[in-house]
């Protein structure tokens, strides 16, 4: 199993960078992907980027693309969303979510195991 943290949420104004951290214990992180999804009120959780802790390839779903950075630091069990030119359209619960294996899914209902969430606010 794996257990899943996040930090680093707030108030930014648009244009503004955020970034996230999601620590994630137990003993077999290497075997999982890491994903960040996001919700916003009203709307169904969307897929933001992953990160297979193996070999460090990544996805990212374009409306991202170019503005957001996923990256994984070995030594702390962490994973970090470097969230760049933050738009309104960005706000939401940005949460960290794990998945068994080596696929890179982008549908949050394969990932079996979740973090508590952490709000990201975009001003304009």
């Known amino acids: 199993q794996v257990q899943l943290v996040e930090s680093g949420g707030g108030l930014v104004q648009a244009g503004g960078s955020l970034r996230l951290s999601c620590a994630a214990s137990?003993?077999?992180?290497?075997?999982?992907?890491i994903a960040w999804f996001r919700q916003a009120p009203g709307k169904e959780r969307e897929f933001v980027s992953a990160i297979r802790w193996s070999d460090s390839t990544t996805v990212a779903a374009d409306s991202v693309k170019g503005r957001f950075t996923i990256s994984r630091d070995n030594a702390k069990n962490t994973v970090y969303l470097q969230m760049d030119n933050l738009r309104p359209k960005d706000a939401a619960v940005y949460y960290c979510?794990?998945?068994?294996?080596?696929?890179?899914?982008?549908?949050?209902?394969?990932?079996?195991?979740w973090g508590q969430g952490t709000q990201v606010t975009v001003s304009s």
């Open positions: 137990g003993r077999t992180v290497s075997r999982y992907v």
């Open positions: 979510a794990a998945r068994l294996g080596t696929w890179i899914s982008m549908e949050s209902d394969e990932f079996g195991y």
